[in-house]
């Protein structure tokens, strides 16, 4: 890994790195044994005004929105092929910043990146920008155009921050947009890994641009304005300032936000299949996915069956060494993230839940780790059954009926993942139909690239994913004739 990447003082803008104008720097300690991995510049308003000026002007006045859409495809080819010579040093890297399992992360943070960018390569290949339309009110036809937004702010999240920045760069570059990244201050240095990337393949200067830093500097990105377009995946709490910001200035913003997803378990469900499910969809990066499944409703009468079930499997994850790529379990990403998490338990079973398993014991004692729960009697209006965990617990929930179960599964102000298990596919299908989610998966939760993805009530607005992504980055106009 390029030592720049490692230990950051510099920003990337224009197609440099440059000092910050700060003094102030991001520390950036590894969760499993507590060393300082590298340093990020806590990035100053004037910072990002160096970087998007650096975008404004690639957009105004450089090629790139002028390329064609082949020309651009070509361009995000060259950069999937350098991401993909580095992908196992950046899936190491990432393990080291976070505490990501070296499994997950070889997936989501070295290939998934890859396969987002030739994805939208491919699609930008097929894109139109023109097309005539009938008139209905006269004789003739009308142009209708369809034209890169401009400048767009990506703003990351920590949890898989690799594939969350090409997941909104792929689209952004397709439709011929130049854009300022900024990554979340959990994990500020990977991202450098790109920059050096597209340093390397002599993308167009300005075209990309990173600056690094806290909630400050991405303020300050939201409301300059020469930013065009916001693209969000976070917090809640963080999404509603962004949309008030952006409202105020009437651009566009998709958001990506919380979850508090349920996995609906139908009478005749293989409970093996089940646990396999949960495994990944419940438990992957050590429960801090947006759309893990943490919230499991099972029928009255399978309950104890179920709970049974999940115990153990709390009890079979390999929590150890993210290093080490047996290890399904890693530390969480922070200290305050652990003290979050079981600030929520031990909350939940002051207020009468039970807590089942969560005896494994620490590969070490200087970790994050808090080892897999499963907690049982929350009230599914409770606070543990309401409010995002972001870590290795799940709540399980007794229901009646089926319109029980879809009632506790949508009596949550989030809306984003979710599954039905059955064995009976149009049972299960008729029952999704009814949960109010933004997306959902039978009999496990696995999103493809080519649907589109995001969610509904407070999980946030707009959508990712598939050719429609690549629209969130363009604008409409008409030529009457």
């Not at 060393?35 to 650096?54: K, N, Q, W, Y």
């Not at 909104?168 to 854009?179: D, N, R």
């Not at 806290?214 to 303020?219: L, M, N, S, V």
């Not at 409703?297 to 290093?323: C, E, F, H, K, T």
């Amino acid at each position: 890994m390029p030592e720049a990447t490692q230990v950051q003082e510099r920003l990337f803008a224009a197609g440099e790195f440059s000092e910050s104008t700060g003094s102030q720097l991001i520390a950036v300690e590894n969760p499993f044994d507590r060393s300082l991995i590298g340093h990020a510049p806590d990035g100053t308003a004037e910072d990002v005004d160096r970087a998007v000026l650096a975008a404004r002007a690639a957009f105004d006045r450089g090629p790139w929105p002028r390329l064609s859409p082949a020309e651009r495809g070509d361009w995000i080819d060259r950069l999937s092929d350098e991401l993909e010579a580095r992908a196992a040093e950046t899936a190491a890297f990432v393990t080291d910043e976070i505490g990501q399992p070296i499994s997950v992360a070889r997936f989501m943070n070295g290939m998934r990146p890859v396969q987002h960018l030739r994805y939208y390569a491919r699609l930008a290949r097929g894109l139109e920008g023109e097309q005539v339309r009938p008139n209905v009110d006269r004789d003739g036809s009308s142009l209708h155009l369809r034209q890169p937004l401009g400048v767009a702010a990506l703003i990351v999240p920590w949890n898989h921050p690799q594939s969350s920045t090409t997941l909104k760069l792929g689209p952004a570059l397709a439709a011929g947009c130049t854009v300022v990244i900024k990554p979340a201050a959990e994990s500020p240095l990977d991202i450098f890994n790109l920059a050096v990337a597209a340093q390397t393949i002599g993308l167009p200067p300005g075209v990309i641009n990173v600056v690094s830093g806290g909630a400050e500097t991405g303020r300050a990105l939201v409301a300059h304005p020469g930013v065009d377009k916001v693209a969000f995946t976070g917090s809640t709490a963080a999404g509603r300032h962004i949309a008030a910001t952006a409202g105020e200035r009437l651009i566009p913003a998709t958001l990506e936000l919380g979850g508090k997803s349920a996995a609906i378990i139908l009478d005749d469900a293989d409970l093996e299949q089940v646990i396999a499910g949960l495994r990944v969809a419940s438990f992957a990066n050590t429960g801090q996915n947006c759309v893990s499944l943490s919230r499991v409703l099972a029928p009255a009468s399978r309950y104890g069956q179920i709970v049974d079930a999940l115990v153990d499997l709390a009890r079979d994850l390999r929590m150890g060494d993210p290093q080490d790529a047996a290890t399904e379990v890693g530390p969480l990403v922070s200290a305050r993230a652990l003290a979050r998490v079981s600030g929520m338990v031990e909350q939940a079973q002051a207020d009468g839940a039970t807590v089942l398993a969560g005896d494994t014991a620490a590969p070490n004692d200087v970790g994050h780790f808090f080892a897999p729960r499963i907690i049982t009697d929350a009230a599914p209006d409770s606070m543990i059954a309401q409010q995002e965990i972001f870590g290795p617990a799940i709540t399980v929930h007794p229901y009646a009926d089926v319109d029980d179960a879809i009632r506790i599964a949508n009596a949550t102000r989030y809306g984003l993942g979710g599954a039905v298990f059955s064995a009976d596919e149009d049972a299960a299908l008729a029952v999704a139909r009814r949960v109010r989610t933004g997306s959902i998966g039978l009999n496990g939760y696995r999103p493809d690239l080519g649907s589109p993805f995001g969610g509904v009530k407070d999980s946030g607005l707009g959508r990712e994913f598939g050719p429609e992504a690549i629209e969130n980055y363009r604008e409409s106009t008409s030529i009457f004739r």
